[in-house]
């Protein structure tokens, strides 16, 4: 079961209250302004900044 679309939508990034999307492999959500990833366990986000991972350049 993928994240509903309708969640997804809604969310923000909980850092900068930005935009956040899908990544390609669908178990993170980015966010583009802080490049930061948020993964997804058990078709939930995990929304806490402490837990995102940086991407690197």
Partial sequence: MAIDKE?????ACPK????IHLNETED???????RLIY???DDIPVML???AITIED
């Fill in 7 to 11: 969640l997804l939508e809604i969310l």
């Fill in 16 to 19: 900068c209250k930005g935009e």
């Fill in 28 to 34: 993170g959500l980015i966010c583009d302004n802080c």
């Fill in 39 to 41: 993964r997804i366990e």
């Fill in 49 to 51: 900044i402490d837990e």
